[in-house]
């Protein structure tokens, strides 16, 4: 008579290289798979031993549950969409992450592409987004018009930052830039300042629009005339503030202070101030826009309007996250704040 083969240990695990499936997870708690596929998904009502039994099996076979299987068979990729302008940029960066941490927190994944601030590019990111079957789409500020957005919102939910927008399965997050531009020439103004001098962002983005507008409305408030020879053009980046306070100083205007459009120039323009003899904030207080991380470190640390990114990221996938589960989202937001450091201060003379 034939030896029967000995049945493998309750205990034993898969074989080396061997896949792990749904089927052997059931087999091992003594239940159909579908039960172990509803506790997974977590709609099973079941007695607590086949619970039990599943969770068990799950851990002493080293199972680990596809995302992708999952939510496929509920209809969903558990998965976001996330359209950034620069991946490496320290103020998206951050962004990212909060969208990151919140959704992770969910069970969905993000999948993150750059556009770059190209319409174009922006809307192939958006075609390979969806041929990935994700579920919603986050879109930080760029420059896809408001009718490709809600076009798009047409096929699966979007959220979109930098924008006031509103359409059926579309939800926007907006910054205030103009009180930002505002209460940070108000800062100087206050501290004693008349001829500040700005530098502006790319003016072909909506926020260098209203940053600027704030500006000149502080100025307005505070009856001093506008001066274009004091406002010269950045594109947000360290090297453009660095150049922006270079014209600034050979166009002989005095100032006494400098509101940047973001923190990266504010840093550059210090630089600038440096290469030529002048002290921050001894000769000229800085000002800066976004509060960077890396502000705080600068020397001296730069005072700078708060635009908290991580925030931002924060409550758009948690707007996301409410519109997949059919609710209406409620994220607003915080208003602009002044973070006073060391780079501003009382204008030599009138201390």
Not at 108 to 116: K, Q
Not at 137 to 149: C, K, P, Y
Not at 185 to 208: F, K
């Amino acid at each position: 008579m034939k030896p029967k083969s000995k049945p493998r240990h309750a205990a034993a695990g898969p074989r080396a290289g061997e896949v792990v499936t749904l089927d052997m997870v059931a087999h091992r708690a003594g239940v159909s798979a579908s039960t172990v596929s509803r506790i997974l998904n977590g709609t099973a009502v079941v007695a607590q031993d086949k619970k039990l039994a599943v969770e068990t099996a799950i851990e002493q076979l080293g199972f680990v549950p596809n995302p992708v299987a999952r939510g496929l068979a509920g209809g969903k990729t558990m998965s976001v969409g996330v359209v950034t302008q620069s991946i490496d940029s320290p103020f998206y960066g951050v962004a990212l992450r909060g969208i990151e941490d919140e959704l992770d927190h969910a069970g969905y994944s993000a999948l993150f592409v750059s556009g770059h601030w190209n319409a174009a590019e922006e809307a192939r990111c958006i075609d390979m987004l969806r041929s990935r079957r994700v579920d919603g789409i986050i879109v930080l500020t760029g420059r896809l018009s408001d009718h490709a957005l809600r076009t798009t919102a047409k096929a699966l939910p979007v959220v979109v930052t930098g924008r006031d927008l509103k359409a059926p399965r579309l939800f926007s997050l907006n910054f205030d830039n103009e009180l930002g531009g505002q209460l940070a020439t108000q800062h100087l103004i206050e501290l004693g300042h008349r001829r500040i001098a700005h530098i502006t962002g790319d003016t072909a983005h909506p926020d260098a629009v209203d940053r600027l507008r704030g500006y000149r409305l502080a100025l307005e408030a505070a009856g001093i005339a506008f001066n274009a020879e004091l406002v010269v053009p950045g594109l947000f980046h360290e090297e453009s503030g660095l150049v922006a306070a270079e014209r600034l100083l050979d166009s002989r205007q005095r100032f006494t202070a400098i509101f940047a459009a973001n923190d990266q120039m504010a840093l550059g323009a210090c630089l600038g101030l440096h290469r030529r003899g002048l002290r921050v904030p001894q000769d000229v207080s800085v000002v800066g826009f976004d509060d960077l991380s890396v502000s705080r470190y600068a020397l001296p640390p730069l005072t700078s309007v708060q635009h908290p990114a991580r925030e931002i990221g924060q409550l758009a996938a948690a707007a996301m996250l409410q519109m997949l589960r059919g609710e209406k989202p409620t994220a607003e937001v915080p208003g602009p704040r002044v973070i006073a450091r060391e780079s501003s201060r009382v204008p030599a003379g009138k201390g």
